[in-house]
């Protein structure tokens, strides 16, 4: 069996920041293995957020705004982002950019296939790859598998992200270059969460995405249908043409995901809980997670990075998936009031998870308080993380063993 250092499992956003920031100490000297099912050539996903410092993968930051723009059918607003920027990376230039730097370090080793399973043992674990296994002292998951994440559905709640954008080019100019739309409620709710976002890259081309927080997918028609509408509707725009489209799912639970599947595994990325339940936003959390992974390996020789996050996010997270989840009162109306009774930087902060208890209780203040209230008393609260299931996954059978969660 070949045997390496680290084997990092996925590829993408979590696997290859990792591979990158190793590569930047002298851990570069450790044999990688990387492996993803997928060459990584498409430009499958554009990665947006917010800082006022200087942006990981600055030199590959595609476009920055310096403004956002919140919409609902009773209120408008276009607000300055001061001192921060909303940034935005294309998945191929970040892909090519990773790949290109590490491809110099021959202690990086690179296959294409599919990991059909992952197994711990005394001291290391293995992937298996067409049938053939590969040993390492640590492997690093990013694979996330929604068949096998069980969310306990009597104590969490579990909601998706779905979505579907065009990039779009109009035949005349439209869009203002310097404002990220956030969200623009104006669409029936029906119960849901849903809003169209978009990111403007010139007078004429945009990405325009159409985004739902619910539980089901809809039927593929209706995205589109709903696109169609929206440019049509509200932007004016009669003659466009389709570049390219973005469409995917991100789970948005506040069960915690399974961090250490194995004594030798630590799940990173999604699959690791490295989302934000109640947004979606994972990148600059997977970021901040791979730069303590590596100082853990530096420090202790072993990469169970402590989580630092402040449990009572957790709470509000879940007060906002009770309250979607309800449907008992609409969140159109809660963010309205959220970016109309608060500055910009503090509503940005806050769903960054770096504001206060001072600002976060200013924040509530303003917040209608009838359905948080509500929430508190009423919402499911997580006793213990979600687990990998036993059964194999349709056909493709990663984790074919089941393992016990390994708490660090
Ligand atoms: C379309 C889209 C847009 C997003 N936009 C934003 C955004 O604007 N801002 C933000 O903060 N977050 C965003 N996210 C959320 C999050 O940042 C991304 O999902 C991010 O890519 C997660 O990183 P990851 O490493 O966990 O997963 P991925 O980047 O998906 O990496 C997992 C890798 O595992 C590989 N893989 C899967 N199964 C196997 C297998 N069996 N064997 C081998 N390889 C396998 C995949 O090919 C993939 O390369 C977005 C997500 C999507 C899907």
Known sequence: MRHYDYIISGGGCAGLSLAYRLNQTVLRDKSVLIVDAEEKVLNDRTWCFWTAETPPFAEIVYRQWSQIEFVDPKFQQTAKLSDLKYHMIRGIDFYEHTRESLSKNPNIHWLQGKIEDIRDFSDGAAVTVNGVEYSARWVFNSIYLPAL??????????????????EIEADRDVFDTSTVRMMDFRTEQDGDVKFFYILPFSSRKALVEYTIFSPQLLPE??????????????????????????????????????????????????????????????????????????????????????????????????????????????????????????????VLAFLDERTSLFQEILIFSRLPWLPFLRAVYQTRLPRRSGRTSARTWQGEAPYAHPRETVER
């Open 149 to 166: 994440f069980q969310a306990d559905q009597r104590r969490s709640y579990y909601l998706l992200q779905h979505f579907k954008g065009w």
């Open 221 to 346: 028609e209706e995205y589109d249908l709903h696109l169609k509408d929206y440019i049509s509707r509200q932007l004016n725009i009669e003659n466009y043409r389709i570049h390219s489209v973005e469409q995917n799912a991100i789970p948005m639970t506040n069960q915690s995901f399974p961090r250490a599947p194995g004594k030798h595994i630590i799940n990173i990325g999604i699959a690791g809980g490295r989302c934000k339940p109640s947004t979606g936003y994972a990148f600059l959390q997977i970021q901040r997670d791979v730069k303590n992974i590596v100082e853990t390996l530096l420090q202790e020789a072993h990469p169970f990075a402590p989580i630092r996050r402040a449990p009572r996010f957790h709470f509000y997270d879940t007060l906002l998936l009770h309250i979607m989840a309800g449907q008992h009162y609409s969140i159109r109306k809660i963010f309205r009031w959220l970016f109309r009774h608060n500055p910009l930087s503090r």
